[in-house]
């Protein structure tokens, strides 16, 4: 029943740049399994950037080479570092994953999001 907050979004300029935060809003033993999603008006929440199983990292073709996805597991903290922004990555930015202990994991529950807005 974790609780993830996402924060850093904000209005900035097409070619500009943004770091996202996701952090736990408890003490954990470990994030596990993370990934960054984002949902645009009228459109279904997609996948952007993830940590998979065994620390792999994917990305959304769309954002591939501009979005840099990073984990500071010492704060239990995701970030989305987003670089050479587009109008279309305008959207509400969710992370998502798992919490874990040593004998297993957890799903988070869904956050708030945060506002990204990516004029021309």
């Known amino acids: 029943q974790e609780q993830l907050v996402e924060s850093g979004g904000d209005l900035v300029q097409a070619g500009g740049s943004l770091r996202l935060s996701c952090a736990a809003s408890r003490s954990i033993f470990s994030i596990g399994t993370m990934g960054w999603y984002r949902q645009a008006p009228g459109s279904e929440r997609e996948l952007v950037a993830a940590f998979t199983k065994g620390g792999k990292l994917d990305y959304a073709e769309s954002v591939e080479g501009r979005f840099t996805i990073a984990r500071d597991n010492d704060k239990n903290t995701v970030y989305l570092q987003m670089n050479s922004l587009k109008p279309e990555d305008t959207a509400v930015y969710y992370c998502?994953?798992?919490?874990?202990?040593?004998?297993?994991?957890?799903?988070?529950?869904w956050g708030q999001g945060t506002q990204v807005t990516v004029s021309s």
């Open positions: 998502n994953g798992d919490y874990c202990y040593n004998h297993g994991c957890y799903a988070f529950t």
